[in-house]
């Protein structure tokens, strides 16, 4: 089955599922660097957007800057599809 694409998130409830059970594994593993949420973009950051440095690292002033609205989807209140949230199953 393929993934299904909500613009520029991929939406599939199996990845989800598993990212889910990972998070929490991760999360009870007694790091003190805790994932809450996350999501699966359809593309990677963009060299020509400048989300790339010249020496291959994440720009993510860039990144935070170009991809806001994703950024925000992570902080709503409301949970959006395609956001995976640690422990909880959609």
Do not use: F, W
């Not at 809450?36 to 400048?50: F, S």
């Not at 291959?56 to 994703?70: I, P, T």
């Amino acid at each position: 089955m393929k993934p299904e694409l909500d613009g520029e998130v991929i939406v599939d409830e199996r990845l989800h599922r598993l990212l889910t059970q990972a998070l929490a594994e991760y999360n009870d593993s007694g790091s003190s660097a805790r994932i809450e949420r996350l999501l699966v973009m359809t593309r990677p950051a963009d060299l020509d957007a400048g989300e790339i440095t010249d020496k291959g690292y994440v720009n993510q002033r860039k990144v935070l800057a170009c991809r806001s609205a994703l950024v925000a989807m992570l902080y709503a209140d409301q949970v959006p599809p395609g956001v995976v949230v640690a422990g909880k199953m959609a």
